[in-house]
Each structure stands twice: as C-alpha cells, then as structure tokens.
C-alpha cells in the first residue's frame, strides 16, 4: 500500500478513535487520563497536520468511497488541496492546544471529572477534521453534527452555572438552525442535478452539473445563511460572546480558531466548489455582510471587560474580515478577473491561518490567565507582566498579530487584502466603484479599532498595578502557568512570526488551492523575488519583506537597549503612574470601560447602553461626596431588533396553539374525528 | 344457497351491525352495551363466514372463528371480569342529548353513503352494498368514543370501531391476507389487556374512571 496524504489521514483518525477507546480504561485515575490522552490527541493532530501539507503540496484530489454509511449511499471522502488546506489549519491550532490543555485541565484535577470533557474535546476535533474531508452531503451534515454536539457539551462542561447552561442552549439552538439551512441548501442541489435516489447528494455528482441561477442563488442563500450562523456573522453573531466564555479555555481556542472556520470552509466549497458559477450581487452582498461584521465586531469587542467575550468579538470582526475577501473573490471572479480574484481569496486562506494561530494563542493567554488568577474581567487584574512574564510576552505577540502590525502574520494577509481593494480597476458597475473604495475605507478604520481593543487588553491586563479588591493574592513567582501550557502558546507564537516573515513561501505552498477554485495564480508574481519578498501582483505596485522588516526592528530594539544601559543613570524605576502625586493608589489608575469611553461616545448610537452615575454625598456638605458609584451595561442591539421579537411571537404562538390542548380525551377525539371527515370529504 | 340469497342475508347482517352500532351509541347500562357488543361480533362473524361462502376464499372462516372466538367470548368475558373487579357493573352512565347524538349518528350514516356511492359503481363483488355500513360503523364508533365519559364505554365504542374496520375490510375486498388478520387479532386481545391494566391504574389515580378526571393532568398556563 502507497503511502498517501488520505492514507496518513486514516492514521490520525484512528489515533483519535484510540483515544476515546482508551478513555474509559483511565476514568478513575484522571491524571493519568490527562497525561496520556492530550499528548495522544496532539500527535494525531501533528499527523493531521503532516497530511494536509502534504495533500496541499503535491496538489491531486484523493477520493474514496467507504463501505459504510447509510442504505444506498456510502459516505464519500475527498482530499483535495482546499480540504488540505484547512485540514492543516486545524490539526495546527488542535496540536497547540492539546499541548496546552495537558497543561491547563490539570487545574480541574480534583476539583471535577474531566472525563466527558476528553471525549468530547476528541470527537469535536475528529468531527472538524471530518467536515473538511467529506464528499457528500450526508456524511458532511453527520461531521457538521459531530462538531456542533460535541462542542456543546464542551460549552456545557462547568454546567453547575446558569449562564453556561444556557449560553450552552443558546449555541445549540443557532447551530441546529444553521444547520437546517445547511441540509435545505445541499437538498436544493442535490435536486438540481436531476439524478435518481441519493446519488445526487455526492459533491462529486453537484461539481458536474450546471444549476440554473434560481436554484442556485435559493441554493447558495441557504448556504450562506447556515454557514454565517456558524461563523458568527452579524447578526447570527450572538451565540460567540456567549459560549466563549462559557466553554473552558482550550475549547474557546479551538471553536474561535478552527471552528468558525469550517463554515468559512462551507462557504468557500459551496460557492466556489460546488456551484461555480455566481452573479455579480452575491459578492456584493457577502462584502457588505462582511464589513459590517467587521466594524461592529470591532466595536462591540472595544466595549467588553470580560477578556473572553472580547475576544469572542474579536473573532466575529476576524471573521468580517475574512468574508470581505470572499466577497471580493466573488465579485473579481464574476468579472472574470482570475489573479484579483485568487489575490483575494489568497488573503482569506492567510487570514484564516493567521486567525487560527493568533485568536488561538491569544484564548490560551486567557485562559493561563483563569488559571492564575480566576478572573474574567479584566478591571480586576493589572499589573500582571511582574507575575507572569512569559504569558504577558506571549499575550503581547497575539496581540500585535491580531493589530496586522508587522513583522507578524496579521499584517501579511490584511495587506493582501488592502492589495485586492486598492488594485481593483474600475469595474463596469457604478455601485461597486462606490462600495469598493469605500470597504477599503472602512477595513481601514477596522484594523485601527482593533489595535485600540488589543492596546486595552494588554494594557489593563498586564500594565499598571493590581487592581482587584484583595491585593496580591498572588505570591510573586507562583503565579506563572506550567510548561505545557507554556509550550502551547510559544509554538502558535512561533507560527505567528514564521507566518509573517516568510509569506512568499507559504503563499507558494497554498496557491494551488486559488488556482483550482477560480483559475489564477498569484505565486509566479508573488514570490518572483524569490522568498524574502512578496510581491503580490507587480512589483512596481507593492512589495513586502517581512524577514527585513524584523530584522531592522531587531537592531533598532537592541540599539535602543544597548543606549538605555551604557548610562547606568539613564533608568530609573519609580512606583508607577505616580506622576509626582504620592498617595495614588490602584484604584485610580485609568481602567477598561474608562480606555473605551471615547470610542463609546463616538459610536454609542449602536449599542444599547445604560449609564448610572450616583453621588452618596457626606454629611459635612453636598460639594464634597464621599463615594461615586458608576454603573454600566452595554448590550447588544441585536438581541432587542432580531431576537427579542422571534422568540417572543414564538411563545405567543405557542401559547396559541396551547389552547389547542384541553385536557379533555373527548375534545381529541373530536380533532381527529373532524379531521376524518374532512379528509374524507376532500378525498372523494 | 346461491350467490344472490348470500348477498342479501350479508345485507341483513349488515342491518343488524348498524342497528346494534346505534344500540351501542344509547345504551346507558353497562351489561347492555357489553352484551349489544357480543352481538355486534357474533353478526361479524356470520358475515365473514358468508362472505367467505360466497367468495370461496377460506381463509375468511379461519377469520370468522377468531372473531366469534375474541370478539363475541373472550372480549366481552374480560370486560365483564373487570367490570365486576372494578364494582362498575350497576353504574348507569349518565348520556347527554340522545336524541341530538341519534341525529348526528344518521348524519353519518348517509355521509357514509355519500362517500362510497363511486366505489359501488366500480366495485363488482357480491358485498359492495355494505361497505357503506361498514365506514359508517367506524364513525358511529368513533362517535361513542367522543360522547361517552366513562373509561369502560371509551373502549368498547373503540372496539366497536374496529368491527367496522374489519367488516370494511371483508366487505370491500373479501378480507385482508390472514396473516395480517391474525396480526390484527393478536393485537385486539393484547389492547384489551392493557386496557385492563390501564382501568386499575386510572382507578387508584383518580378513584374514578370517568375520564373526565383526566383534565388534571393537563398543566396549568
């Protein structure tokens, strides 16, 4: 038997499945358990990782059909370079987390069984993994299924607190409505191809037909409202900022870095895999869709205290980001532009790994965090780069990747992204000539909030002073993380440079992917200046070198440090923000909700915001109050525009229909009997 | 006996159902509607065996001994069993309107008329004339189910019913294949042992087996 990427796919899979066997055999001894099923389920997502990269590098579809499955239709399975592609993404971020998570699920040893969050955490990483290899629409919506079942009960795991459970319902009742869609969609195309039985329910048999544009435009719609519902498209968004911080921290890694992007994976199949052909608006309407969830994303992100639902926000506005790139692919391609259009959807595969490494390390940096300090919300902490040196080190490199500032990853593909727009000519439609400029615009304003959210988290979380009640509770050393956990975050932090400074080679390796699904390849341009610059479409237009880059910020860094301790007087190190006033303390440092006030009072028309300021005055005299309580409660203005109204004309139809149910036997008997009748009547 | 004679006393047979599913629909004593019930079986079954005769498919007697067999001595014999565990065989069920039900139940009657006159035309056996009967039996003991309040009366119009089912069956298309009969068969004196079951634990629950009770369990909105 030849060695082959599908076959070193097996291997993976059946290592999971040995570790979920071996689960039961350690239930009782749960250190044990951790120690061995983590570092199982981290080589079977290396081995994920080997076969992706390797299915993406030699660029030849592997299809299989299995003997199992349901009557009449075995499942199918297909490795192409897409699938590879975000196979690799996701078995890279599940290898970093498991490494991390032998670490950090030792904080629940003793305290809770972790039992039913092993086997979970496998069949939700088995079913990530599936969905990208499926072939056919049964086996994908089973995989789709898998995830979404198994990342409840991860959500679920701390169910002894009310908001989790329901954060929990919350996330199963859009994921099953997404999913819904999803099912109509693959019914919809299936149907199209014309073929008897369940043949027609192979991507295989969907790839070879031509749909007519009405079938495929209710087709695509559906798709893409099943897919938005799970990627946290506004104003599907709402489930994120709610199971993020519900689920333990390894899991939000995983669901923000590599889940949303399996619907991001659906979308792409779908539209450009699938249904291949598409009119200009779609694009229009992905773009717009996309930059709202950007900008709002973003804003919504600044406003949160909770660090988790922060970054929970954040990913809605990563997710933004990678939609305006489809958005962009769609419109270049339906303009039968192949290179703008593999320049962008090159920027939305970077975005995606990109997303995958630094919105996972930054979630691994939240949660080493819970795990110090037991808190959440960020005005409780400070000051905690003396404490946790490594941690706020590697918050730090999360966070300026997420900035898209260089030399990391975030700037290489937002760049790409900022290339597509500013080098699309001037298309034949005079409302994408207003839309085009104006997207780029508003990515623009995007990319500054967000390094105004990141400088916030970082600043209040690790700078200044200690600002919960108990003062330090923390001895001064004891509160850094274990190895593993350690060992997690720097590897994603390696990626995260590696993926910024070689970007010609890594954009070498995926470009076949763009070339399969819209006919262009960017790579003969882009790395025609060999690896250590990108040039993306010319080089006259736009060149990048991250290797230089970093290497310049290297010496002036060392420059700068060397200056600084020549002069032994040149440091000096004082009690901080002291500014000469003596008797400060922490509570008067500058806090979160008081770093976003003024973006809050720039865009408070979007959110629901409440305010409370109340003086307790003493009792000398009214000008000299003693205490200022401040209250504030921003909330989503969705939940009052969209969700509130659905679930309540739900309940009132449902209490409707609840008079239906008397109680009395007779009064059903009578339904059924007028029922009869009248079946009877329109029967003849 | 010739075919014609066969015919119109499976008629006849048919009258007699329909009478008895009418004397079932009034009757307010128990013992009553139990033995109106044996009768109704006992014109079953000479029908089917008639039908049988007819159509020289003999599996219909096999049918025709299982119904005399269930419907008109076991059925009514665990029925009366239980009525007297229960202490229920005294009790006169207090009915609403007889007259109004009488006049829904000919409603009926000529609605099931109604229905089948295009199967008459089309249908060449011996039996076409009673399906009529038949359908509207099954809705005159769908009628006692809604009308009566007690559990007991309940499953005999449900019994009932069934009758008309089967006769529908033997009328319209000389019987189903025996083995579904017997399947049929089988499951009729198993419901009427869970029947049984069901009455004593209704009886401990409410201490009552008038299902009107039954609204307790409704919740409250």
Not at chain 1, 115 to 127: E, W
Not at chain 1, 462 to 467: A, E, S, Y
Not at chain 1, 629 to 650: A, M, T, V
């Amino acid at each position: 038997m030849n060695l082959s990427p599908l076959i070193v796919t097996y291997l993976s899979l059946f290592l999971i499945a040995f570790t979920i066997a071996l689960v039961p055999l350690f239930a009782k001894h749960q250190k044990i358990l951790i120690y061995v099923s983590f570092p199982l389920m981290s080589i079977a997502s290396a081995i994920a990782v080997v076969a992706g990269i390797w299915s993406v590098a030699i660029d030849t579809p592997e299809s299989v059909t299995l003997s199992i499955g349901l009557p009449d239709l075995p499942f199918h399975l297909r490795l192409d370079p897409l699938s590879g592609f975000f196979l690799t993404t996701i078995g890279l971020l599940s290898f970093f987390v498991s490494i991390y998570s032998t670490g950090y699920c030792k904080g629940y040893a003793g305290k809770r069984s972790v039992t039913h969050l092993v086997i979970f955490y496998s069949l939700f990483i088995a079913g990530m993994f599936l969905v990208v290899l499926s072939d056919d629409a049964f086996f994908f919506l089973i995989s789709w299924e898998l995830m979404a079942i198994a990342s409840y009960f991860l959500v679920m795991f701390e169910d002894e607190l009310i908001e989790n459970r329901r954060a929990a319902f919350l996330y199963l009742v859009v994921a099953h409505i997404g999913a819904l869609a999803i099912l109509l969609s693959f019914g919809v195309l299936a149907g199209a191809t014309g073929l008897e039985s369940f043949s027609g329910y192979t991507f295989d048999a969907m790839r070879q037909t031509e749909f007519p544009l009405k079938w495929a435009t209710v087709a695509f719609l559906l798709a893409f409202f099943g897919f938005s519902a799970k990627a946290g498209v506004i104003p599907l968004h709402v489930w994120l900022p709610e199971a993020h911080p519900a689920a333990p921290s390894n899991v939000s890694a995983l669901m923000s870095g590599v889940m949303l992007k399996t619907a991001i994976y659906g979308i792409i199949r779908v539209t450009f895999d699938l249904i291949r052909v598409f009119p200009l608006w779609w694009g229009a309407m992905v773009l717009i869709l996309g930059l709202i969830t950007a900008i709002m994303g973003i804003l919504y992100a600044i406003m949160q205290n909770d660090i988790k639902r922060m970054l929970a926000y954040s990913s809605v506005e990563n997710i933004g980001v990678i939609l305006i790139g489809i958005g962009l692919a769609i419109i270049f391609t339906s303009f039968h532009i192949p290179v703008l259009a593999a320049l962008s959807l090159t920027a939305v595969f970077y975005h995606s790994i990109n997303h995958a490494m630094f919105k996972g390390l930054l979630f691994m940096g939240a949660g080493a965090l819970l795990h110090a300090t037991h808190k959440k919300n960020m005005d409780e902490m400070g000051g905690l780069i003396h404490y946790m040196p490594w941690t706020s080190t590697l918050f730090l490199i999360g966070s300026i990747s997420i900035s898209a500032l260089p030399p990391f990853n975030g700037f290489i593909s937002e760049w790409l992204l900022f290339q597509a727009f500013l080098l699309s000519p001037s298309l034949n439609s005079p409302l994408l000539n207003l839309l085009i400029p104006m997207g780029a615009a508003l990515l623009a304003l995007t990319a500054a909030l967000v390094a105004a959210c990141f400088v916030k988290a970082f600043g209040i979380t690790f700078l200044g002073h200690w600002r919960g009640h108990h003062h330090p509770p923390l001895q001064k050393m004891g509160l850094e993380v274990n190895w593993p956990m350690r060992i997690g975050m720097i590897l994603p932090a390696l990626m995260c440079l590696i993926l910024g400074i070689l970007p010609a080679m890594v954009i070498e390796w995926m470009d076949k992917i763009s070339d399969e699904l819209v006919g262009g390849k960017i790579a003969t341009t882009a790395g025609a200046f060999g690896w250590l610059w990108l040039t993306p479409v010319a080089h006259e237009r736009a060149s990048y070198s991250g290797a230089i880059v970093f290497l310049w910020i290297i010496v002036v860094v060392m420059l700068v440090y060397i200056l600084l301790h020549i002069r032994k007087t040149a440091i000096h190190r004082v009690p901080l923000w002291d500014c000469g006033f003596e008797k400060i303390t922490p509570r008067m440092q500058y806090n979160a909700a008081s770093f976003s006030m003024p973006i809050r009072r720039i865009f408070g028309f979007l959110f629901n915001i409440r305010e409370q300021v109340r003086l307790s005055t003493s009792t000398i005299s009214p000008s000299f109050p003693n205490r200022l309580y401040y209250r504030l409660r921003i909330r989503d203005r969705f939940w009052g525009w969209i969700y509130r109204p659905i679930s309540e004309s739900s309940y009132w139809i449902s209490r409707k229909f609840g008079r239906l149910q008397q109680g009395y036997i007779h009064v059903y008997l009578i339904y059924s009997f007028i029922t009869i009748i009248i079946l009877l009547i329109f029967a003849r | 006996m010739s075919i014609n004679l066969a015919a119109q006393v499976n008629s006849i047979m048919a009258a007699l159902i329909l009478l008895t599913s009418f004397g079932l629909l009034v009757q307010r004593r128990m013992y009553g509607l139990l033995h109106l019930f044996a009768w109704q079986g006992l014109f079953l079954s000479i029908s089917t065996a008639i039908v049988g005769y007819v159509s020289g498919s003999h599996h219909l007697y096999i049918s025709s001994i299982l119904t005399l067999a269930l419907k008109v001595i076991l059925i009514p014999y665990i029925l009366h069993f239980l009525m007297k565990q229960l202490h229920i065989h005294k009790e006169v069920e207090q009915l609403v309107n007889v007259p109004t039900i009488m006049l829904i139940g000919i409603a009926l009657v000529i609605f099931s008329y109604y229905l089948t006159a295009p199967i008459r035309e089309l249908s060449t056996l011996v039996t076409r004339s009673t399906l009529a009967v038949a359908l509207a039996t099954v809705m005159l003991g769908l009628l006692m189910m809604i009308t009566r309040r007690h559990a007991v009366t309940q499953i005999i119009g449900f019994l009932a019913l069934e009758n008309g089912l089967f006769f529908a069956a033997t009328s319209a298309t000389y019987g189903m294949p025996l083995v579904v009969e017997l399947g049929v068969a089988l499951d009729i004196l198993i419901a009427a042992f869970i029947f049984g079951i069901f009455f004593f634990q209704i009886r401990t629950t409410f201490d009552s087996l008038d299902v009107e009770q039954m609204t307790k369990l409704k919740e409250e909105d």
